[in-house]
């Protein structure tokens, strides 16, 4: 049967990327059954995100259950019971169950790239299956989930470092290292929030020889959307502050990170580069994490950093409106400027003029200006130097004034003209004297002969 099965597949591939491809219904070998490669991808890929629920669901929900059994067996003085042997036997269930679920999703996905057509045709179905690169993602996956604390299987783990000794539990030593399985399957996580990863997208990226995986999604979402990177900034401050209760609370009462609000204030320092020293990790594990959390922070600050430089750059079209409207409210303000020099002047010059009539004459002072001259009143130097500056930076702006760029324009223009006529003479007068310099030599030698 499976070798049928495999037959049928080879020929299936065959007939899909033969040179009848852009037929709409194609007949399978042996059947009277028609067959559509879209609806086929419609309906595997539907098959694959229904399955990749389940993987993600039974991965966390076998994280929590071995967080559950490890505070019961923490507040229990690490002496296991027989309804914590329960509970580890539950969560192996469940890792089982998982394992097959992901087996399901892998022969899905090996379904999906054979109606694709990207696998090799001509050989059996592992070493297909090992050619098309979804063995080591599939090892991977299956070693993550493999850690988990097994039933009836309990032993004290010693950590020597730093001047101490430290006795954890096998379990919750277990339990901190499933935090893996938060991080393996993020990328699925934010792939099946965003729905950019069904059938119309994968055609649309075998179209343009783009592979719509989880890592290519993973950074259009990373860079486009802000909700990404808080999930990823709450997921790792609880995973890391979990993991830095685990290991600091053996210590006893030499510590303050016995409690889950002071190892989730500690990693959010570290995070941020703050680090007020008030509460800091003693043990060797304890320290190895805030490691981790310092060279987290670095790639989420710069992720966040970068998403929200994005956001904030004026495209542009933005770019010149706003400049467009700047030089509006710039002319509107010049406008008053001008309008206040000429009311002070004005004001100044009636001073000056009352002034001139009481004293009869024109003094002058030492700079050769005279002392009736209305450059001598505050107020009218101020307006006019306040004008003179508002006219000097609108240079480098865009005018809005239509007329006025036209006759700036047209001024231009008839200068460079100008310039032009007045170089092509000077050429001209060049190369008259040249000539006459030349020929004026031939000439005379012509003669002396």
């Known amino acids: 049967q499976i070798d049928r099965r495999v037959k049928d597949k080879r020929e299936l591939s065959s007939l899909l990327m033969g040179s009848d491809e852009g037929s709409a219904l194609k ?65 192996s269930s469940i890792t089982v169950f998982l394992f097959y679920m992901i087996l399901q999703y892998y022969s899905v996905e090996f379904e999906l790239l054979e109606v694709s057509g990207k696998t090799v045709m001509g050989t059996t179905y592992l070493q297909a299956f090992i050619l098309s690169g979804l063995l080591r993602p599939f090892f991977v996956e299956v070693l993550v989930i493999m850690i988990h604390p097994l039933p009836f299987v309990n032993y004290i783990v010693h950590v020597w470092g730093l001047d101490t000794y430290c006795a954890y539990s096998s379990d919750g030593f277990l339990t901190v290292f499933m935090m893996l399985r938060l991080y393996t399957y993020t990328p699925r996580i934010i792939a099946e929030a965003s729905g950019l990863r069904n059938e119309k997208t994968r055609l649309i990226g075998l179209m343009n020889n783009v592979d719509i995986s989880y890592h290519f999604i993973g950074k259009a979402m990373l860079r486009d959307s802000l909700l990404t990177l808080l999930y990823l900034f709450v997921m790792s401050v ?187 003479k000077k050429m001209t007068d060049m190369h008259n004297m040249i000539k006459t310099a030349v020929l004026g030599g031939a000439s005379t030698k012509s003669t002396k002969w």
């Open 27 to 91: 007949m399978r070998p042996g059947s009277d059954v028609s067959f559509n490669r879209g609806e086929e991808l419609q309906k595997l890929d539907v098959r694959r995100q229904r399955i990749n629920l389940w993987v993600i669901g039974l991965a966390l929900l076998g994280v929590a259950i071995a967080i559950l059994e490890n505070e019961l067996l923490w507040h229990n003085r690490n002496i296991p019971v027989m309804s914590f042997q329960l509970i580890k036997v539950l969560n």
């Open 238 to 424: 609880a995973t890391l502050a979990y993991a830095m209760l685990v290991f600091e609370r053996p210590i006893g009462p030499d510590t303050n990170l016995d409690l889950m609000e002071n190892s989730v204030w500690l990693i959010i320092i570290t995070m941020t580069t703050v680090g007020y020293g008030d509460i800091y990790p003693q043990t060797p594990m304890g320290r190895q994490v805030a490691v981790i959390a310092a060279l987290l922070a670095v790639v989420l600050v710069a992720l966040a950093v970068g998403a929200v430089t994005d956001r904030l750059t004026l495209s542009r079209d933005e770019s010149k409106v706003l400049e467009f409207i700047e030089n509006i409210r710039n002319k509107q303000e010049r406008k008053i400027a001008a309008a206040k020099m000429l009311q002070h002047g004005w004001r100044a010059y009636h001073g000056q003029m009352a002034k001139r009539g009481h004293k009869g004459g024109r003094l002058v002072d030492e700079s050769g200006v005279p002392e009736n001259s209305i450059l001598n009143e505050p107020l009218f130097y101020k307006a006019a130097l306040q004008y003179a500056q508002m006219r000097a930076e609108s240079v480098n702006g865009i005018s809005t004034d239509v007329a006025l760029t036209v006759t700036e324009n047209s001024v231009g223009i008839r200068r460079v003209q100008a310039q032009m006529e007045e170089l092509e």
